[in-house]
Each structure stands twice: as structure tokens, then as C-alpha cells.
């Protein structure tokens, strides 16, 4: 394409473009390639601390069911006593079949209470355990991505910049 006469003896923009276009053309894809790269890093490392937060509410989840369960098991083991001594206060036989009732269904229905607290309490923690591994998968594939991405960018620019760099040699 040639330059318009106003400009004078300047010649065809092909002649412009020699070595300093070529320059260019490569500072730009080397410039994509790294914010590729950067980008994919970023990415990752966001899902990184997306997966320790996950990993440490898994682990407060789990302490919690060992705390909760502890908790529980004694204020059953309190109300139990408690019975029991009611019923010895009361001059009432140990081997009561009423006394015997009362006390066993307060210890079945403690029981089932602490067993539903802490399966709720561990199925929160398993979640946030899949959460942590799903979060650590995607950081792999952020790194991944950020990578195949830059060297798309790095192919792709040195397929433009090849008859460029072609003709110099």
C-alpha cells in the first residue's frame, strides 16, 4: 500500500514495518503471554485460599462434634444421676420397672439427640472437607489454564511475527 503523496518520498508502509514492527509484535505477545500467565496465577491462588478456608472449617467442624458430643454425653450422664437420686431420696427401689422406664427413655432420647448433633455437625465438616478439594482442584486447573493460555498467546504471535522475522534473515 503506498503512502499518500502529502508525504512525500517515504515509500509503501511495507517498508516501515521492517524490523521495528517486528520488535513490537513480539513485545506485545510476550506481554500477553505473561498477563496470560499472571492471570492464571491470580486465579489460582484466590482458589487456594478458597480451599484453606475450607480445609480449617473442617477441622473446627470436627472439633466441634468431638466438643459437642463430650457436652452432651455429660449432661446425660447429669440428668441420669439425677433420676437416680431422686429415686433413692425417694425411698423407690433401684430396680423399679417405672423407674427403670423413665430413666432408659431419657437415656435413649439423649442418645439420639448427641448421635443427630454430631452426624449434622460431621456432615458440615465432610462438605467443607469436598469444598477444600474441589477449591485445591481448581488452583491446578487456574495454573493449568494460565499456562496453555499464555502459550496460545506465544504461538500465535510468533505466527504473525514468522514472515517478519522470515524475511530479516
Known amino acids: 500500500m503506498a503512502l499518500p503523496s502529502s508525504l512525500g518520498n517515504l515509500g509503501t508502509l511495507s517498508g516501515l514495518a521492517g524490523p521495528g514492527a517486528s520488535a513490537l509484535s513480539l513485545l506485545s505477545t510476550g506481554l500477553g503471554v505473561f498477563g496470560a500467565i499472571q492471570q492464571g496465577n491470580a486465579n489460582a491462588q484466590g482458589a487456594e485460599f478458597q480451599a484453606q478456608q475450607a480445609e480449617r472449617a473442617s477441622q473446627f467442624g470436627q472439633i466441634k462434634a468431638l466438643q459437642t458430643s463430650t457436652f452432651m454425653s455429660r449432661n446425660l450422664q447429669t440428668s441420669i444421676d439425677n433420676i437416680q437420686a431422686v429415686r433413692a431420696s425417694a425411698n423407690v427401689e433401684g430396680n423399679s420397672p417405672t423407674g427403670e422406664a423413665i430413666e432408659n427413655n431419657v437415656r435413649t432420647t439423649g442418645q439420639q439427640q448427641i448421635s443427630q448433633k454430631v452426624q449434622n455437625i460431621d456432615a458440615q465438616s465432610q462438605q467443607d472437607q469436598d469444598a477444600a ?20 498467546k506465544a504461538l500465535g504471535g510468533l505466527a504473525s511475527a514468522a514472515p517478519a522475522l522470515l524475511g530479516l534473515l
Do not use: K, W
Request: proline share 0%; hydrophobic share 45%; aromatic share 16%.
Open 133 to 152: 478439594a474441589f477449591y485445591t482442584q481448581s488452583a491446578n486447573n487456574a495454573l493449568l489454564g494460565g499456562f496453555l493460555g499464555g502459550a496460545g
